[in-house]
């Protein structure tokens, strides 16, 4: 079993940066694919970013260009790194991680971009 929690949302301008982050207990999941997904308020959760266990990394249309996914396989975490955000950007952002699909989510960090 894996348990992943989020971290690094909060409130940040327009324009402004954050680093969510995703710490993974339970084992290691450095050969797992990974994906980070966001949820805005009445909205279906939507694919942001992800990766798989080569260095391979692929993003939604909304993302090239701002957002990096990335792993760091001795901390066992995951990174999105998010730059010029936008107000659109508003969202819970989740984790997950799985050998095939996402089998394992973590509980979402709140991301909020002010005008």
């Known amino acids: 079993q894996v348990q992943l929690v989020e971290s690094g949302g909060g409130l940040v301008q327009a324009g402004g940066s954050l680093r969510l982050s995703c710490a993974a207990s339970?084992?290691?999941?450095?050969?797992?694919?990974m994906a980070w997904f966001r949820q805005a308020p009445g909205k279906e959760r939507e694919f942001v970013a992800g990766?798989?266990?080569?260095?391979?990394?692929y993003y939604a249309d909304s993302a090239k260009g701002r957002f990096t996914i990335s792993r760091d396989n001795f901390k066992n975490t995951l990174y999105l790194q998010m730059n010029s955000l936008k107000p659109e950007d508003t969202a819970v952002y989740y984790c997950?991680?799985?050998?095939?699909?996402?089998?394992?989510w973590g509980q979402g960090t709140q991301v909020t971009v002010s005008s």
């Open positions: 990766g798989g266990r080569d260095s391979r990394t």
């Open positions: 997950a991680v799985g050998p095939g699909s996402y089998n394992y």
């Open positions: 339970g084992r290691a999941v450095n050969s797992y694919s």
